[in-house]
């Protein structure tokens, strides 16, 4: 701090400074939060207006080579009807609990440990509950297509996303770290999916199919790396 | 003190494997990690058969050659006979399976520790009974305290003269009637 | 002041799905956001008390439906356990049932109402959409054709057999089938042409000797049906086993009788044989209580143990020894009667075989007797309110299948009359609820091609099963911890009633109980008149008709009805003559033989060819449990799959345990490994009746092992029109390289 006006004009320079570069920062870090948020929005049913949430990715995308380009309306509709659906022949759900076992398999309560306590591909495990504890504590209502997906990608970078907003740094990188690392069994099980179809009879569905689950690996990777990226950012 | 053991009766195992399913949920095993395995076994040629189903289990050795091996002790017996694993000092050295004459042991995907059948010892005591006892559907299993005398598995096994499954390579405590 | 505004405002163009408004405040401070921590929030508040709710309900591991109690803790399901005063587990649960609990959150349900595209592919539909289209299209079929061109077949389930009948009927159409012509058909329609009742059961605490045809209580599991054998045998009963293989059951049996499939007639045949020629037969029983027996003692003469064995290879010899052995142990012994094993379904004699075991009892005098062959009432609902609950007018038409099957049990029906229906135009709308027909009821290819044909195919199922993906419209149900059904009632020395009551909420919002569809239905198709009420007031009026209710049977969880009063002694033969039938007029009538006598099998394999059975295994049901993980996974860890092979056989063949084999018909050919054994008659191949699952949905099941019905041509049982499961010879040959 300077005692001469001169000083004064120079510190409050330098504080404006520091601001607009933590300021810039903070933009930096809610438009990254934003683009994942948006990514995450591309593995839901959007119907006819895909493409719309195409153009948001892209419109908050640091760098426009990395975002998803937008796929035909065949192979997003093969996406949303076969792969991003429960149950569907080549389902991906990018649903947390179907990637890891669905309770801690050992956990006792009332004396008795769960019935299914280690299986894995069932809903509603323990990220879900977490999840769920979350949303009611944020007074958040979880829309009635997800109920049995809380921990689904789409609502969990959105949660991120809002943290983020919010300034609440330590929970984003808390969710970030602790609910997004099973990316890569996603990726494998889209990959084994393609590996299968390969094998099937050649037709015009086969093909769209094909196309649908590379763009759903293309999905993956994409936001694999907005979740690094985005962890970097908030460190 | 009680002194832990088991009965099985192969002449009422039906070979249904819900013992195994029972035991996988309550010890939050994964589909295929399995404490109890099946040994299907034919005496005789046709017509001359005679086929049983042999399950087979940590046998809670009295001299267990696993505790025995192990480097870090994180094998221990309690005080009542039960055979059990500290996950905190397991390495993973995988010593015990190898010494462990009846293939119980196996290795746990997600800690890497090598668990077997721990009589669903929870909260201080084994189940009342082990899962695998409470939903055999034939009642092909018991378990009990083999130091009281009026305990079902000692007037069971009495009457049964029931053998553990390989002589005395190991003081095991579980029996068979076969 | 703009860029502050741009940090408050940092994506005003993104389309939110969290819906509420998380204040900046709270999202600001947020403390549960590490696993961690809230992992010891969890342990802290389960320790004082996570919110618990123990319910009741009904396994739907298999047909059992055994009692059992579910736990859930903070609405999760927790455990569940076998309930112990139900008859049926009693306080255990088999594998499948524990296997079954995985259902309600498992990866492979449908969860919304599917559409068939063009392509053969499925996509996402609204119930609203969904039902006024199929409301439509039954419209459009009642109108061209008339309400008997629709038909409904279901696997009865508490609320489905109820519900599938009053909406079938309620369209006016007649069409209501089970599955039963690819289960037990043959066998509860033989019994009931003989003593009036469909099924029987054997007396296990008092026996002193049983034999079973085919059925094995280790494979084909029901808990309590294990628990009395093993008491039985423990108390020293003579237990026969009469299979071609020496099935699970083989712990409790003091004989293993390998027999040639589809001769077990014989092997009956031969063993009266010897009670009439020998006068070891019951002449009190005969001469009082029956009908029909001088032809049948005529008849019978020709059915000397010689020429039994040269029909079932059984020696003479042992046929006398049993014979002999039953007559000594009788009362107190009986043939058993078997649900599917060896003649459920199997043959074209399986009608008759049921008849001739219903004959052996006559002559032991079993019938009713204390450790004999015992007929039991079943209890059900008392009458409710007909204004609430309407009647629904009796279809005048008579059941598609009925005219050409008349021997087939009226409640069930053969199901093949709707594939033949559907192949002919006779038939245009299919439901199925709670039925893999496609996969286990016949040739699956003659399935397709004939749902290929209808206008419309409806599948009402939690997962997307090979019947599914022969449909045109798919609607999801939730699984059974999710609903509330109607009462189950159940017969025996004692009544009981049970219901299944939900345990957890609905999982997904877009399932839909099977009350709630029918319902849906109805009211698309323009009948909605006949399902004005819940489930729960239906449920309640019943349970009240019968005194008690749906707040008693849930707090107990199965609630004991009036004792019928059984008691030990002959029975009221509820036929015609009200007499035991050894002589059937309904039989005569249907263009066969009247009295109870041989009727060979109709595929005899030729030299180098094999018989092909079929069978259960303890912890699978049909083809509906496979892609469950934790059962899956112990099929695969004891190959499970694998074809039997008599160890003669294999060293024939050259062949050993382990090798892949090509097994094919003349309808199909399939690889699989093989498990040689002594266990099995030599010419004869076992295969479970579980696998080689096509539907690309279920993916652990998918081209897992061999479908057994692939392999099996499509014929009708004369006279009931089963499935003939078993009619089918095959061959084998070693798979090089």
Same mark, same amino acid.
């Given at each position: 701090?300077?005692?001469?006006?001169?000083?004064?004009?120079?510190?409050?320079?330098?504080?404006?400074?520091?601001?607009?570069?933590?300021?810039?920062?903070?933009?930096?870090?809610?438009?990254?939060?934003?683009?994942?948020?948006?990514?995450?929005?591309?593995?839901?049913?959007?119907?006819?207006?895909?493409?719309?949430?195409?153009?948001?990715?892209?419109?908050?995308?640091?760098?426009?080579?990395?975002?998803?380009?937008?796929?035909?309306?065949?192979?997003?509709?093969?996406?949303?009807?076969?792969?991003?659906?429960?149950?569907?022949?080549?389902?991906?759900?990018?649903?947390?609990? /179907?990637?890891?076992?669905?309770?801690?398999?050992?956990?006792?309560?009332?004396?008795?440990?769960?019935?299914?306590?280690?299986?894995?591909?069932?809903?509603?495990?323990?990220?879900?509950?977490?999840?769920?504890?979350?949303?009611?504590? /944020?007074?958040?209502?979880?829309?009635?297509?997800?109920?049995?997906?809380?921990?689904?990608?789409?609502?969990?970078?959105?949660?991120?996303?809002?943290?983020?907003?919010?300034?609440?740094?330590?929970?984003?990188?808390?969710? /970030?770290?602790?609910?997004?690392?099973?990316?890569?069994?996603?990726?494998?099980? /889209?990959?084994?999916?393609?590996?299968?179809?390969?094998?099937?009879?050649?037709?015009?569905?086969?093909?769209?199919?094909?196309?649908?689950?590379?763009?759903?690996?293309?999905?993956?990777?994409?936001?694999?790396?907005?979740?690094?990226?985005?962890?970097?950012?908030?460190? | 003190?009680?002194?832990?053991?088991?009965?099985?009766?192969?002449?009422?195992?039906?070979?249904?494997?819900?013992?195994?399913?029972?035991?996988?949920?309550?010890?939050?095993?994964?589909?295929?990690?399995?404490?109890?395995?099946?040994?299907?076994?034919?005496?005789?040629?046709?017509?001359?058969?005679?086929?049983?189903?042999?399950?087979?289990?940590?046998?809670?050795?009295?001299?267990?050659?696993?505790?025995?091996?192990?480097?870090?002790?994180?094998?221990?017996?309690?005080?009542?006979?039960?055979?059990?694993?500290?996950?905190?000092?397991?390495?993973?050295?995988?010593?015990?399976?190898?010494?462990?004459?009846?293939?119980?042991?196996?290795?746990?995907?997600?800690?890497?520790?090598?668990?077997?059948?721990?009589?669903?010892?929870?909260?201080?005591?084994?189940?009342?009974?082990?899962?695998?006892?409470?939903?055999?559907?034939?009642?092909?299993?018991?378990?009990?305290?083999?130091?009281?005398?009026?305990?079902?598995?000692?007037?069971?096994?009495?009457?049964?003269?029931?053998?553990?499954?390989?002589?005395?390579?190991?003081?095991?405590?579980?029996?068979?009637?076969? | 002041?703009?860029?502050?505004?741009?940090?408050?405002?940092?994506?005003?163009?993104?389309?939110?799905?969290?819906?509420?408004?998380?204040?900046?405040?709270?999202?600001?401070?947020?403390?549960?956001?590490?696993?961690?921590?809230?992992?010891?929030?969890?342990?802290?508040?389960?320790?004082?008390?996570?919110?618990?709710?123990?319910?009741?309900?009904?396994?739907?591991?298999?047909?059992?439906?055994?009692?059992?109690?579910?736990?859930?803790?903070?609405?999760?399901?927790?455990?569940?356990?076998?309930?112990?005063?139900?008859?049926?587990?009693?306080?255990?649960?088999?594998?499948?049932?524990?296997?079954?609990?995985?259902?309600?959150?498992?990866?492979?349900?449908?969860?919304?109402?599917?559409?068939?595209?063009?392509?053969?592919?499925?996509?996402?539909?609204?119930?609203?959409?969904?039902?006024?289209?199929?409301?439509?299209?039954?419209? #459009?079929?009642?109108?061209?054709?008339?309400?008997?061109?629709?038909?409904?077949?279901?696997?009865?389930?508490?609320?489905?057999?109820?519900?599938?009948?009053?909406?079938?009927?309620?369209?006016?159409?007649?069409?209501?089938?089970?599955?039963?012509?690819?289960?037990?058909?043959?066998?509860?329609?033989?019994?009931?042409?003989?003593?009036?009742?469909?099924?029987?059961?054997?007396?296990?605490?008092?026996?002193?000797?049983?034999?079973?045809?085919?059925?094995?209580?280790?494979?084909?599991?029901?808990?309590?049906?294990?628990?009395?054998?093993?008491?039985?045998?423990?108390?020293?009963?003579?237990?026969?086993?009469?299979?071609?293989?020496?099935?699970?059951?083989?712990?409790?049996?003091?004989?293993?009788?390998?027999?040639?499939?589809?001769?077990?007639?014989?092997?009956?045949?031969?063993?009266?044989?010897?009670?009439?020629?020998?006068?070891?037969?019951?002449?009190?029983?005969?001469?009082?209580?029956?009908?029909?027996?001088?032809?049948?003692?005529?008849?019978?003469?020709?059915?000397?143990?010689?020429?039994?064995?040269?029909?079932?290879?059984?020696?003479?010899?042992?046929?006398?020894?049993?014979?002999?052995?039953?007559?000594?142990?009788?009362?107190?012994?009986?043939?058993?009667?078997?649900?599917?094993?060896?003649?459920?379904?199997?043959?074209?004699?399986?009608?008759?075989?049921?008849?001739?075991?219903?004959?052996?009892?006559?002559?032991?005098?079993?019938?009713?007797?204390?450790?004999?062959?015992?007929?039991?009432?079943?209890?059900?609902?008392?009458?409710?309110?007909?204004?609430?609950?309407?009647?629904?007018?009796?279809?005048?038409?008579?059941?598609?299948?009925?005219?050409?099957?008349?021997?087939?049990?009226?409640?069930?029906?053969?199901?093949?009359?709707?594939?033949?229906?559907?192949?002919?135009?006779?038939?245009?709308?299919?439901?199925?609820?709670?039925?893999?027909?496609?996969?286990?009821?016949?040739?699956?290819?003659?399935?397709?091609?004939?749902?290929?044909?209808?206008?419309?195919?409806?599948?009402?199922?939690?997962?997307?099963?090979?019947?599914?993906?022969?449909?045109?419209?798919?609607?999801?149900?939730?699984?059974?911890?999710?609903?509330?059904?109607?009462?189950?009632?159940?017969?025996?020395?004692?009544?009981?009633?049970?219901?299944?009551?939900?345990?957890?909420?609905?999982?997904?919002?877009?399932?839909?109980?099977?009350?709630?569809?029918?319902?849906?239905?109805?009211?698309?198709?323009?009948?909605? #008149?006949?399902?004005?009420?819940?489930?729960?007031?239906?449920?309640?009026?019943?349970?009240?008709?019968?005194?008690?209710?749906?707040?008693?049977?849930?707090?107990?969880?199965?609630?004991?009805?009036?004792?019928?009063?059984?008691?030990?002694?002959?029975?009221?033969?509820?036929?015609?003559?009200?007499?035991?039938?050894?002589?059937?007029?309904?039989?005569?009538?249907?263009?066969?033989?009247?009295?109870?006598?041989?009727?060979?099998?109709?595929?005899?394999?030729?030299?180098?060819?094999?018989?092909?059975?079929?069978?259960?295994?303890?912890?699978?049901?049909?083809?509906?449990?496979?892609?469950?993980?934790?059962?899956?996974?112990?099929?695969?860890?004891?190959?499970?799959?694998?074809?039997?092979?008599?160890?003669?056989?294999?060293?024939?063949?050259?062949?050993?345990?382990?090798?892949?084999?090509?097994?094919?018909?003349?309808?199909?050919?399939?690889?699989?490994?093989?498990?040689?054994?002594?266990?099995?008659?030599?010419?004869?191949?076992?295969?479970?009746?579980?696998?080689?699952?096509?539907?690309?949905?279920?993916?652990?099941?998918?081209?897992?092992?061999?479908?057994?019905?692939?392999?099996?041509?499509?014929?009708?049982?004369?006279?009931?029109?089963?499935?003939?499961?078993?009619?089918?010879?095959?061959?084998?040959?070693?798979?090089?390289?």
């Amino acid at each position: 701090m300077q005692e001469t006006r001169g000083g004064a004009a120079r510190a409050t320079a330098q504080t404006s400074e520091r601001e607009v570069v933590r300021d810039a920062a903070r933009v930096n870090v809610c438009a990254k939060a934003a683009y994942l948020s948006t990514i995450g929005a591309l593995f839901s049913r959007w119907g006819d207006d895909y493409e719309a949430a195409y153009e948001a990715a892209r419109a908050t995308a640091a760098d426009l080579a990395i975002a998803p380009a937008t796929p035909v309306g065949a192979v997003r509709c093969r996406l949303e009807n076969e792969v991003l659906t429960l149950g569907a022949p080549a389902a991906a759900v990018p649903v947390e609990s /179907l990637y890891k076992p669905w309770a801690d398999g050992r956990e006792r309560r009332r004396g008795v440990s769960a019935e299914f306590g280690a299986a894995r591909h069932l809903l509603l495990g323990d990220s879900a509950q977490h999840m769920r504890a979350l949303y009611r504590a /944020l007074e958040l209502e979880v829309p009635m297509e997800f109920c049995a997906m809380p921990d689904h990608v789409t609502l969990m970078t959105e949660v991120v996303a809002l943290c983020v907003d919010a300034g609440n740094h330590e929970a984003a990188l808390a969710l /970030l770290s602790e609910h997004f690392d099973w990316l890569d069994a996603y990726e494998q099980t /889209l990959l084994a999916h393609a590996a299968a179809l390969s094998s099937a009879p050649p037709s015009a569905r086969t093909d769209e199919l094909a196309r649908a689950l590379a763009h759903g690996r293309e999905l993956a990777v994409a936001l694999a790396a907005a979740v690094r990226d985005l962890s970097v950012s908030l460190r | 003190m009680a002194r832990y053991g088991m009965l099985i009766n192969t002449k009422k195992c039906v070979g249904c494997y819900a013992c195994r399913v029972a035991c996988q949920m309550v010890n939050g095993l994964e589909s295929d990690e399995a404490f109890i395995k099946f040994d299907e076994m034919e005496q005789g040629a046709y017509p001359n058969v005679y086929a049983e189903v042999v399950p087979v289990q940590c046998m809670h050795c009295e001299d267990a050659p696993c505790e025995a091996v192990c480097p870090t002790h994180a094998t221990y017996t309690t005080d009542s006979g039960v055979v059990l694993v500290d996950e905190e000092r397991c390495i993973g050295c995988k010593y015990c399976m190898a010494a462990c004459p009846y293939g119980a042991r196996i290795q746990i995907k997600k800690t890497g520790v090598i668990e077997k059948c721990r009589f669903c010892w929870y909260e201080g005591e084994p189940g009342n009974p082990p899962r695998c006892v409470g939903t055999c559907i034939s009642g092909a299993r018991l378990f009990g305290d083999l130091d009281d005398p009026q305990s079902e598995i000692c007037q069971e096994i009495a009457r049964t003269n029931a053998q553990p499954l390989a002589g005395d390579l190991t003081t095991a405590k579980i029996y068979y009637v076969r | 002041m703009q860029e502050k505004e741009a940090l408050m405002h940092c994506n005003p163009t993104r389309r939110t799905f969290l819906k509420g408004t998380a204040a900046t405040a709270a999202l600001a401070a947020v403390g549960t956001c590490s696993v961690a921590a809230w992992r010891a929030e969890q342990a802290e508040a389960a320790a004082t008390g996570a919110a618990k709710i123990q319910g009741a309900s009904l396994c739907n591991g298999c047909s059992s439906k055994c009692g059992l109690i579910a736990t859930a803790l903070d609405g999760r399901l927790w455990t569940v356990e076998g309930m112990k005063e139900h008859p049926y587990s009693k306080g255990t649960l088999c594998g499948r049932g524990h296997g079954a609990a995985q259902w309600a959150y498992s990866d492979g349900r449908l969860t919304q109402p599917m559409k068939r595209a063009a392509d053969g592919s499925f996509v996402p539909i609204s119930w609203d959409d969904a039902l006024s289209e199929i409301g439509a299209k039954v419209q #459009e079929i009642i109108a061209e054709a008339g309400p008997e061109a629709l038909a409904i077949i279901q696997d009865p389930r508490p609320s489905g057999k109820y519900y599938s009948k009053r909406f079938m009927n309620a369209l006016g159409s007649p069409n209501v089938y089970t599955h039963a012509a690819a289960c037990n058909l043959s066998k509860e329609s033989g019994i009931q042409e003989a003593t009036g009742a469909q099924n029987f059961s054997v007396d296990f605490p008092n026996t002193k000797m049983v034999v079973f045809i085919g059925r094995s209580y280790g494979d084909g599991i029901r808990p309590s049906s294990v628990k009395s054998l093993a008491g039985a045998a423990e108390g020293g009963a003579r237990v026969v086993i009469v299979d071609p293989r020496l099935n699970n059951t083989g712990v409790f049996a003091t004989d293993w009788v390998p027999i040639r499939p589809g001769a077990d007639i014989a092997f009956l045949l031969g063993i009266a044989n010897v009670l009439v020629t020998r006068d070891l037969y019951d002449h009190a029983f005969v001469e009082q209580s029956a009908v029909g027996f001088p032809e049948f003692a005529a008849q019978v003469t020709e059915y000397t143990p010689e020429w039994a064995e040269g029909i079932c290879d059984v020696p003479a010899d042992t046929i006398v020894e049993i014979a002999e052995s039953l007559a000594a142990a009788a009362p107190a012994c009986a043939i058993e009667p078997s649900w599917r094993a060896a003649f459920g379904c199997a043959y074209q004699n399986s009608f008759e075989t049921a008849r001739a075991v219903c004959a052996v009892n006559a002559l032991l005098g079993c019938w009713g007797q204390k450790g004999g062959a015992l007929i039991t009432s079943s209890p059900k609902a008392g009458d409710v309110d007909p204004v609430k609950f309407p009647e629904v007018p009796k279809p005048a038409a008579k059941r598609l299948g009925d005219a050409e099957y008349p021997l087939a049990l009226s409640g069930t029906g053969t199901n093949l009359a709707v594939l033949n229906g559907c192949a002919d135009g006779a038939i245009q709308g299919v439901f199925f609820y709670n039925s893999n027909a496609v996969q286990g009821y016949a040739q699956p290819a003659k399935w397709r091609e004939a749902l290929s044909q209808a206008k419309l195919v409806v599948t009402i199922d939690v997962q997307m099963s090979e019947t599914a993906l022969a449909s045109d419209y798919v609607l999801p149900e939730c699984t059974v911890l999710e609903r509330l059904e109607l009462p189950e009632f159940i017969g025996g020395k004692k009544h009981y009633v049970a219901l299944r009551t939900p345990v957890i909420e609905r999982i997904h919002p877009e399932t839909r109980p099977c009350d709630e569809i029918f319902a849906g239905l109805a009211e698309a198709c323009g009948v909605g #008149e006949y399902f004005d009420f819940t489930v729960e007031e239906l449920a309640e009026a019943q349970l009240a008709s019968v005194g008690t209710s749906i707040e008693e049977v849930r707090e107990a969880g199965i609630v004991e009805l009036a004792d019928p009063g059984f008691a030990f002694g002959t029975p009221t033969f509820k036929t015609p003559t009200e007499k035991f039938q050894f002589a059937s007029a309904k039989v005569a009538e249907a263009g066969l033989n009247p009295v109870i006598g041989y009727v060979p099998r109709l595929v005899e394999p030729a030299e180098g060819e094999f018989s092909l059975i079929g069978g259960k295994q303890g912890i699978h049901s049909h083809t509906m449990t496979l892609n469950l993980e934790a059962l899956n996974a112990i099929s695969r860890e004891y190959q499970l799959e694998r074809l039997w092979m008599a160890a003669s056989d294999a060293a024939d063949l050259g062949i050993v345990d382990g090798d892949t084999v090509e097994l094919s018909s003349s309808e199909c050919s399939g690889q699989v490994a093989v498990k040689v054994t002594e266990r099995l008659k030599p010419g004869v191949l076992f295969l479970p009746t579980h696998y080689g699952g096509t539907s690309p949905y279920l993916t652990r099941a998918q081209g897992f092992g061999l479908n057994m019905m692939d392999f099996v041509p499509l014929h009708l049982e004369p006279g009931v029109g089963s499935t003939m499961s078993q009619e089918v010879a095959v061959k084998v040959r070693k798979v090089e390289g």
